[in-house]
């Protein structure tokens, strides 16, 4: 057998059994060392390859596919920086806990460290960022190989999707030639073989035995105020649901963070609080409404004033709930961390006496929530705000659809304006590592799993991926971009650096003055600018009855956007205290 035709078998068989234990997307970025696997996932007829030329992009790109479908999305790309160039995307896989198979190509080890051209340390490139990592054998078909392949395939996707998803890397070491020869018959075969070589573990939902909740029920009794918070979190068809009938139950307030899927929905909301980050930033009603303790679902909410108000109570008990393991809690409070499936956790719950909560607490909670809500929901500036761009996004954002959210002020105006709503909006963002980088492929991604979706994102986050834009352009993805313009770094106009007016613009407004226009010309977009939130929601629903990419730029002002905010945040206080 010639070494084309065992490269060949070796490659094939890996890529089949990457399709029967899952993958159904693989995003390749062109090279020449990584031939063998470009070929035979794009040769693979139940695989669909995504080419995206900047890996860096691609990594993104398939990050956001990965948390659209819910799956495991494949990456491959060549030997070198290209690798390197995934770095970024895979930190945000880690912390948000997405499942992508990472497979780079590289020099045989005799050209390793001897100065040969593309040829870096890849062996552990990602360090603790990747949930496992595998250096390939080099391609033969003899002596179980084949078997050997298959196995690493099907444990490669088994390690990204158990437990909390994540990364995993398989470094694959090629020599040359690379190509393929797909007249040969049976290379998608392994003699018959192919069940006994990908046996895995079965999992199940980890679950408190009963026990186990009659002491969490018991350490509750004698409290009178608690709060439930549901913070980012990955979907679960059955949690909003469960979560709201535990806190109808034992009439419980839900902070509900935009990403933790409770805010959208045909679910009842009545015990949901969305406006808790505009009510927590002012200090009177923080002091005002200390909880006697906290059950939390998911990541630390977005909300900083949130993050305010649990340094304050650092005394008061906190249980979390995490799906598998994890310690997310930034605060260093003292918190009881709960193992278990949060449906299933929920449901036993409901099985138990209701403990005696006060129905006063959450009645002042729905109080201060609706008077919040009518602050956000009335009232028309003469030129569209940032805040007006989301509420106005929220009209009209078609049901079904996906709204992905880039960092920095759009999470927190999408967390403040993007008020409960009946529809089905599936929201979705980048809130691992938390940076504005990737977020335009992110979307794209998104998108490319053929969704509808809106990326909404400030001015540096849009130039800091513009080229993300190709594969939309390229593959006449549906997404609409609402790009809000303020020039520069918005968020900063928020935090002290701003009184520091001498460095302020060079180191933290950092203004870009560019025209975004040229930019959606450059990647054929639809292109449109509107002045006012009735224009903005005109041309929104023109872009959703579009094919293919549009951008709706608002451009706003810093300075006259913190003022709007902060005279909001004010009023809503002064109302709601003077009561």
């Known amino acids: 057998m010639n070494y084309i035709e065992i490269l060949t078998r070796y490659t094939a068989n890996f890529v089949d059994e990457m399709n029967e234990n899952g993958i159904q997307h693989v995003v390749i970025s062109p090279g020449s060392r990584s031939t063998p696997l470009a070929l035979a996932f794009s040769e693979h007829e139940a695989i669909k390859e995504w080419i995206v030329i900047d890996e860096r992009s691609a990594a993104f790109f398939a990050l956001g596919l990965a948390k659209q479908t819910k799956a495991a999305v494949a990456l491959v790309c060549t030997s070198g920086t290209a690798a390197a160039n995934y770095y970024p995307a895979i930190v945000e896989a880690h912390y948000s806990r997405v499942p992508l198979v990472v497979m780079t190509a590289d020099r045989p080890h005799?050209?390793?460290?001897?100065?040969?051209?593309?040829?870096i340390d890849q062996f552990h490139l990602y360090g603790n960022y990747v949930k496992w990592f595998q250096e390939m054998a080099l391609p033969e078909v003899e002596n179980g190989m084949l078997r050997y392949v298959r196995q690493k395939a099907a444990r490669s996707v088994y390690m990204a999707c158990e437990g909390n998803p994540g990364p995993v890397h398989l470094n694959f070491p090629f020599r040359e030639p690379l190509a393929l020869d797909f007249s040969l018959e049976g290379i998608w075969e392994y003699d018959g073989m192919t069940e006994q070589a990908t046996l895995l573990p079965l999992d199940g939902k980890k679950q408190l035995t009963e026990k186990q909740l009659e002491a969490f029920v018991s350490r509750l009794e004698g409290m009178r105020n608690g709060l439930i918070v549901c913070g980012p979190q990955a979907d679960d068809e059955q949690f909003p649901e469960q979560i709201?009938?535990?806190?109808?139950k034992w009439q419980l307030p839900v902070l509900a963070d935009p990403l933790s899927g409770l805010r959208s929905g045909s679910h009842h909301k009545t015990n949901?609080?969305?406006?808790?980050?505009?009510?927590?930033?002012?200090?009177?009603?923080?002091?005002?409404?200390?909880?006697?303790?906290?059950?939390?679902?998911?990541?630390m909410p977005v909300s900083k004033a949130y993050l305010f108000f649990m340094k304050e109570n650092e005394?008061?008990?906190?249980?979390?709930?995490?799906?598998?393991?994890?310690?997310?809690?930034?605060?260093?409070?003292?918190?009881?961390?709960?193992f278990a499936d949060p449906s299933a956790f929920c449901e036993g719950l409901l099985a138990f006496r209701q403990p005696a909560f006060s129905e006063d607490w959450l009645h002042d909670w729905q109080a201060m929530n609706e008077v919040a809500r009518n602050h956000f929901l009335f009232g028309r500036e003469e030129k569209i705000t940032e805040g007006e761009a989301i509420r106005g996004l929220r009209e009209v954002i078609p049901e079904e659809s996906t709204?992905?959210?880039g960092n920095s002020m759009a999470v927190r105006d999408v967390d403040t304006f993007f008020l409960s709503d009946?529809?089905?909006?599936?929201?979705l963002a980048n809130r691992g590592a938390n940076g504005i980088d990737g977020m335009v492929s992110s979307g794209v991604g998104a998108a490319a799993a053929g969704k509808r979706v809106t990326l909404v994102l400030g001015d540096l986050s849009f130039f800091h991926d513009m080229n993300g834009l190709h594969a939309a352009k390229h593959y006449e993805l549906d997404i609409t971009i609402l790009l809000i313009n303020n020039n520069g770094g918005g968020i900063f106009s928020f935090?002290?650096?701003a009184e520091n007016p001498k460095h302020f613009e060079a180191l933290f407004g950092t203004p870009l003055h560019l025209d975004f226009a040229k930019a959606a010309e450059l990647y054929e977009a639809n292109y449109f600018t509107p002045e006012t939130e009735e224009e903005l929601k005109e041309v929104l629903q023109v872009s959703y009855e579009k094919k293919g990419l549009s951008i709706v730029e608002v451009k706003t002002d810093r300075e006259e956007n913190v003022k709007w905010h902060r005279e909001k945040w004010q009023a809503i206080a002064d109302e709601i205290l003077a009561e």
């Open 110 to 119: 005799e050209l390793r460290d001897v100065g040969a051209p593309q040829a």
């Open 244 to 248: 709201v009938a535990l806190a109808q």
């Open 272 to 299: 949901i609080i969305e406006t808790y980050d505009a009510l927590l930033k002012d200090k009177a009603i923080r002091d005002r409404m200390k909880p006697d303790f906290i059950i939390r679902f998911g990541a």
């Open 315 to 338: 005394t008061t008990p906190q249980f979390i709930i995490e799906n598998h393991s994890g310690y997310r809690e930034p605060t260093g409070n003292v918190t009881e961390f709960i």
């Open 403 to 405: 709204l992905y959210v």
């Open 422 to 427: 009946e529809k089905e909006i599936s929201i």
């Open 495 to 497: 935090l002290s650096q």
